[in-house]
């Protein structure tokens, strides 16, 4: 009898051992499997038990067949809501899957990582609707920090006030040539000197920009809003980087952040900085 009992106690404690596991893990599902997406699944390992991919999304029949056959064991998801049984959402496709799926997002309380952040300034709807969030459930939202970096400066910055936060983002001609901005405004992208081709604010930066901006709504964010945020953009056929250059003055002081990113091996309009800052936004989930 009494080994009977010890070995029922023995399995009680495995089975409590299971469920406390269980529960530490996190599952995650990653819509878009373009380079930062495919980045992810391929560098996911490093979190071990703690973040367990579980689906994927891509509008891309043949991206999906690949996950399948690489990984049988991640689930397709049927359509863009499909995360119910996902504890994290990765976004990695475009502002209009953000606008897609926000307002589910937030109703089924999911841990949510959008990487076209210029929707949350684009859309007036989703703006309001995450600024008037109770603080609990809009920490669920994370923004990575992107191809830029300094938030850590900037939020102390924001203690006493800011003044102006500025923007400059240059980047080689082809990163611009087949955009719809450049081509609708008939902007000429010269091949020997540096060329302005857009000057306006952080919403209007990833209104004209939407894949290649996102840094513009990720500091309007973090600073004065979409509509006092200041962008220029210039296009230079002397580089080979994606540089972003920030300028705060507020009256802490005066802040300047310089980044010059390589672009992503597959995408010239990203840097492979943003893919990266994936890893370190999901280490800091508990």
């Known amino acids: 009898m009494q080994i009977f009992i010890s070995l029922l106690e023995l399995f009680c404690v495995k089975e409590t051992l299971l469920e406390m596991i269980s529960r530490m893990s996190q599952t995650l599902c990653i819509i878009g499997l373009g380079f930062i997406g495919s980045e992810v699944i391929k560098n996911l390992d490093q979190f071990g038990e703690k ?6 999304y891509d509008i891309d ?12 064991k991640i689930r397709l998801m049927t359509s863009l809501s499909d995360f119910d049984d996902c504890d994290i959402v990765i976004e990695a496709a475009t502002q209009q899957v953000v606008k897609e799926i926000f307002t589910k997002i937030v109703e089924r309380e999911k841990i949510f990582i959008p990487m076209s952040i210029g929707a949350f300034v684009t859309d007036e709807k989703i703006y309001s609707s995450y600024m008037a969030l109770e603080k609990s459930k809009r920490q669920l939202i994370k923004f990575p920090s992107g191809a830029i970096g300094g938030f850590d400066a ?14 400059t983002t240059t980047k080689p001609p082809v990163v611009f040539r087949d955009q719809r901005y450049i081509i609708e405004n008939k902007i000429t992208l010269s091949d020997n000197e540096k060329t302005q081709v857009f000057k306006g ?9 939407p894949r290649s901006i996102n840094v513009g709504a990720r500091l309007a964010l973090a600073t004065l809003g979409p509509e006092d945020t200041n962008v220029e953009v210039y296009s230079d056929p002397s580089i080979n980087k994606n540089i972003h250059e920030i300028e705060i003055q507020s009256e802490v002081g005066v802040y300047r952040f310089s980044f010059q990113n390589n672009p992503s091996p597959t995408n010239p309009k990203t840097s492979w900085l943003a893919a990266l800052s994936i890893f370190d936004t999901l280490e800091k989930i508990e």
């Not at 604010?201 to 920009?209: I, P, R, S, T, V």
């Open 51 to 56: 973040i367990v991919l579980t689906a994927v």
């Open 61 to 72: 029949k043949k991206k999906m067949d690949e996950i399948t056959e690489k990984y049988p």
């Open 154 to 167: 900037i939020n102390s910055i924001k203690q006493i006030g800011i003044i102006s936060a500025k923007l």
């Open 201 to 209: 604010n952080a919403k209007q930066a990833a209104e004209a920009f």
